[in-house]
C-alpha cells in the first residue's frame, strides 16, 4: 500500500502477472469503492519503494462460482497460514442475496484485522 488513511480510503500497488496497478479504494466491509489504473512497468517501478513496510505477499486463486468469481487468498510470509475468500458483488441486492458455499469458513467482513491494509502494516 502506497498510503491509507483512517477513514477508509487507500492507495494499493499491485502487480499480477506482467499487468501492473494503482487502485483508489474508498470505504469499508461490504460496500467500497474502487478506480484502478493500470501502470507501466517504469511507472511501476517508480513507485514500489513507497510501499516498503506495506507489502503483502499472497497467492490469488479464483474460482468461477454462480455467476460470481470467489477470490481465495493464501497468505505467504509472515502471514503465512491465513487463507481468506473474497467476493466482490455487482450490486448491493447481489451481496445481500449471497449464500456462501458450504465450505467458507466464518464471516470476517466486519472484522478490520483480516482486512489487508491492516495485515500490509503489521
Known sequence: ?????????????????????????????????????????????????????RRLRKLRYEIPWRNLMIEIDVYRGKHSGLVVAEVEFPDL????????PRWFGREVTSQNRYSNVRLANE
Do not use: I, M
Open 1 to 53: 500500500y502506497l498510503a491509507s488513511e483512517p477513514g477508509g480510503r487507500h492507495v494499493r500497488l499491485r502487480k499480477k502477472g506482467k499487468t501492473a496497478s494503482l487502485t483508489f479504494k474508498v470505504g469499508r466491509g461490504a460496500h467500497r469503492e474502487e478506480r484502478e489504473v493500470k501502470l507501466s512497468p517504469k511507472q511501476f517501478a517508480a513507485l514500489w519503494p513507497g510501499t516498503a513496510g
Open 93 to 100: 441486492a447481489t451481496c445481500r442475496e449471497f449464500k456462501p
